[in-house]
Each structure stands twice: as C-alpha cells, then as structure tokens.
C-alpha cells in the first residue's frame, strides 16, 4: 500500500500531508495522524499502509511550520496551541472529514487533543501515544532548553537536533535514511528552526494540561493510550492519572519503548490500534 504526499493550501497556509487510501469500498472511517515536536508526518511511514491496509484511509499532516508544510513567520502565525488548533480545524474542514478517528503522539499531539475537545462531534475515537496528558506533564529540559534566549536561537538552526532529540526520546538509533527525511527542512531554511523556536516558547503547557485533564473526564468516545515505559520525558504516572479520570479508556504498556513509539515499534502498536479504530461507538 503506497503512501502519496499531497499539499492543500488553506487560507494563507499550506499544508503538507501524507495519505494512503484504501483500496476499494470501506466503510470504516478516516484516521487522522498527527506528529509531536521536531518530529513531522513521516514517523508514521510504517503505521499509514497498514491502516490503509486494512481499508482505513489515513491522513498524516505535517504541522504548520514543520516538515514540509508552511513555515510563516511568528507575525503571521503565532504558533500558540490556538492558532495551531484554528489551522487544524481548516485542515480538517478543506479535506471535508465529517468524522474520524484521531492519533496523536508527542508535544503538539496535545493540541490535537485540544481540538477533539473542543470538536467532539467530529471524533469517532481517539489514540494517544506518549503525549503530554496531565497537569504533572512538564516541559522537559532537553525541549525547553530550545527556547531559551539566544541560546535557542542558536541550537534550532542545527539540523542535527533533530538526530539527537529524535534518537535521545526513542532511545533507539534511527537509520540514516529516516534522519535525512527529518534534517531536509532545516537544511533547506532557517524558518524551519524559527518555526520550532516559536513553538516551545508558546506551549502554554500549564493551560493546555488543564483543559485537557478536565475536559476528557466527561468524554465519552472511546480512547487507546499506548505508552512506552522508557520515555525519558514524559512518565508513566502522567499516563496514569488521565486513564484513572477518564472513562472508556483502554490503556497498553509498552516496554522498552520511548517518546517516539511510532519510530521502532509500529508493529507492536498495530496490534491494538488497527482493531480499536475499527471499533465505532455510535
């Protein structure tokens, strides 16, 4: 099953998207992917084909200011949780998805969250991997050290941070291959750099973490937390907490696994989520 890259421009911004459709008549509905910090659209290269494989059709964007998407300057997008949630809900609306399943992983995997909250009438079920989920999530320093005064600026135009963060959340070396994907926006140009730079200083992540945490406690769709133990950012006892408030959660350990699951453990993944987006609680 091949996976197709796209771009839709909407209002100003264009977005990048990585898609596989099924082939054939399906009556499952469309899942939504959406990537954390420094990351893009193309972790989720192995988890696309096998959705579509089995009749799902799945959608990957790359976030405004990410990967292969638009990258405005912060006079044009603020790159705040709210301005990433009005773009997403133009994403969503250009493509004409009346309802879908939603995955998200990683920092700016909560404000895909944000948006279910505040759209739930368009969320069928929701996946969550390794995404801030609690008011005990914190900013870790590996990320908030990004953002610090010139400093910052400094260590976002270093396409190897990309290498590092990557493969320091995981864990795991990445192959070369895959690196040369996530590096290719930052060698290409400095708003790429800009763009994450803009981004963790505007994570608003206290605020975030209340609306979420309070908000899913009355959500009623069905929810898969998937979670590697081994993240060295965000703890299994964030996880916790959401699954102990939340009702119809259904929660899955994943051991030796990081911050990345997607990356080296897609197959494990699978396992769960293609029999759970199936799955429609109407």
Same mark, same amino acid.
């Given at each position: 099953?091949?996976?197709?890259?796209?771009?839709?421009?909407?209002?100003? &911004? +264009?977005? @990048?998207?990585?898609?596989?459709?099924?082939?054939?008549? $399906?009556?499952? !509905?469309?899942?939504? %992917?959406? #990537?954390?910090?420094?990351?893009?659209?193309?972790?989720?290269?192995?988890?696309?084909?096998?959705?579509?494989?089995?009749?799902?059709?799945?959608?990957?964007?790359?976030?405004?200011?990410?990967?292969?998407?638009?990258?405005?300057?912060?006079?044009?997008?603020?790159?705040?949780?709210?301005?990433?949630?009005?773009?997403?809900?133009?994403?969503?609306?250009?493509?004409? &998805? +009346?309802? @879908?399943?939603?995955?998200?992983?990683?920092?700016?995997? $909560?404000?895909? !969250?944000?948006?279910? %909250?505040? #759209?739930?009438?368009?969320?069928?079920?929701?996946?969550?991997?390794?995404?801030?989920?609690?008011?005990?999530?914190?900013?870790?320093?590996?990320?908030?050290?990004?953002?610090?005064?010139?400093?910052?600026?400094?260590?976002?135009?270093?396409?190897?941070?990309?290498?590092?963060?990557?493969?320091?959340?995981?864990?795991?070396?990445?192959?070369?291959?895959?690196?040369?994907?996530?590096?290719?926006?930052?060698?290409?140009?400095?708003?790429?750099?800009?763009?994450? !730079?803009?981004?963790?200083?505007?994570?608003?992540?206290?605020?975030?973490?209340?609306?979420?945490?309070?908000?899913?406690?009355?959500?009623?769709?069905?929810?898969?937390?998937?979670?590697?133990?081994?993240?060295?950012?965000?703890?299994?006892?964030?996880?916790?907490?959401?699954?102990?408030?939340?009702?119809?959660?259904?929660?899955?350990?994943?051991?030796?696994?990081?911050?990345?699951?997607?990356?080296?453990?897609?197959?494990?993944?699978?396992?769960?989520?293609?029999?759970?987006?199936?799955?429609?609680?109407?």
């Amino acid at each position: 099953m091949s996976v197709t890259e796209h771009k839709i421009k909407v209002d100003s &911004l +264009e977005w @990048f998207y990585r898609e596989a459709a099924p082939i054939g008549q $399906s009556d499952l !509905l469309p899942v939504v %992917l959406l #990537h954390g910090l420094v990351s893009q659209s193309y972790s989720w290269r192995d988890i696309i084909p096998a959705l579509a494989s089995q009749g799902t059709r799945a959608i990957a964007p790359d976030w405004i200011g990410y990967g292969f998407s638009a990258m405005p300057e912060k006079r044009d997008f603020a790159y705040t949780p709210e301005a990433f949630i009005t773009a997403l809900e133009g994403f969503i609306t250009a493509l004409e &998805l +009346e309802k @879908f399943s939603l995955v998200v992983q990683g920092f700016l995997g $909560s404000v895909g !969250l944000q948006y279910a %909250l505040r #759209h739930p009438e368009k969320i069928a079920n929701i996946a969550i991997l390794n995404t801030p989920i609690s008011t005990t999530a914190k900013v870790p320093w590996k990320i908030k050290q990004m953002g610090l005064p010139l400093a910052g600026e400094m260590m976002t135009q270093d396409p190897l941070l990309v290498d590092r963060t990557l493969e320091g959340g995981s864990r795991y070396r990445i192959e070369d291959k895959d690196l040369d994907v996530y590096r290719r926006p930052f060698l290409k140009t400095s708003a790429a750099g800009r763009g994450l !730079l803009s981004s963790i200083r505007n994570l608003q992540l206290p605020q975030a973490m209340t609306e979420i945490e309070t908000g899913f406690q009355q959500w009623q769709q069905p929810i898969l937390v998937q979670w590697g133990m081994i993240d060295p950012w965000l703890s299994v006892d964030i996880a916790q907490k959401f699954v102990d408030l939340a009702p119809n959660v259904e929660f899955i350990k994943l051991n030796n696994v990081g911050h990345y699951p997607q990356e080296h453990y897609h197959k494990t993944i699978l396992d769960d989520l293609l029999p759970f987006v199936r799955r429609i609680d109407n």
